[in-house]
T-cell receptor
Framework: EDKVVQSPLSLVVHEGDTVTLNCSYEVTNFRSLLWYKQEKKAPTFLFMLTSSGIEKKSGRLSSILDKKELFSILNITATQTGDSAVYLCARTMDSNYQLIWGAGTKLIIKP | EAQVTQNPRYLITVTGKKLTVTCSQNMNHEYMSWYRQDPGLGLRQIYYSMNVEVTDKGDVPEGYKVSRKEKRNFPLILESPSPNQTSLYFC??????????????FGPGTRLTVL
């Protein structure tokens, strides 16, 4: 089945901790995998990954794609309360421009 | 300011009463899309459009219609709304993804309640 599965569904950590969020999918042929952050409003773009093994980095956030094992991870180091959000991943289809989204990981950072 | 706007932001309506949610972007983006977001289900794509007069079904198109007569506008039409269409709706746009541009800009959302 054509699904994107994110884990964990929710996560509570303390400020300063490092977190790893997972996104797995079930097909081998697709163009891109995307990560978005959603606070109490619309999602905002974080990363687009197209090639396996190449890390994308932005400040304390980084992400990598493993096309062989069919997953991606999003790492956040030295977490801050402002990182509290729902993190969404999505993958593109190979045959068209539809996007398939995971249900998201709700991350709560305690001070 | 570059943005995607949606109207209305909040709407309570009754079953069967036709409604339209407007979406407009000022970034000259080719790709536009409608999503609904429900608790525990994440975002589900309803329809998307690669350009004027080109629309395609997403995951959950049943009960919805769209049109793309102008590049900047992509209205979502519910001809006969039902309670199971109660949801948070987002419009989004991006440059042409055929060139790899998948960074989507989202509108603020429309919270629809169908009684």
């Amino acid at each position: 089945e054509d699904k994107v599965v994110q884990s964990p569904l929710s996560l509570v950590v303390h400020e300063g901790d490092t977190v790893t969020l997972n996104c797995s999918y079930e097909v081998t042929n697709f163009r891109s995998l995307l990560w978005y952050k959603q606070e109490k409003k619309a999602p905002t773009f974080l990363f687009m990954l197209t090639s396996s093994g190449i890390e994308k980095k932005s400040g304390r956030l980084s992400s990598i794609l493993d096309k062989k094992e069919l997953f991606s991870i999003l790492n956040i180091t030295a977490t801050q309360t402002g990182d509290s959000a729902v993190y969404l991943c999505a993958r593109t289809m190979d045959s068209n421009y539809q996007l398939i989204w995971g249900a998201g990981t709700k991350l709560i950072i305690k001070p | 300011e570059a943005q995607v706007t949606q109207n209305p932001r909040y709407l309570i309506t009754v079953t069967g009463k036709k409604l339209t949610v407007t979406c407009s972007q000022n970034m000259n983006h080719e790709y536009m899309s409608w999503y609904r977001q429900d608790p525990g289900l994440g975002l589900r794509q309803i329809y998307y459009s690669m350009n004027v007069e080109v629309t395609d079904k997403g995951d959950v198109p049943e009960g919805y219609k769209v049109s793309r007569k102008e590049k900047r506008n992509f209205p979502l039409i519910l001809e006969s709304p039902s309670p199971n269409q109660t949801s948070l709706y987002f419009c989004a746009s991006s440059l042409n993804p055929s060139g790899g541009a998948y960074e989507q800009f989202f509108g603020p959302g429309t919270r629809l309640t169908v009684l």
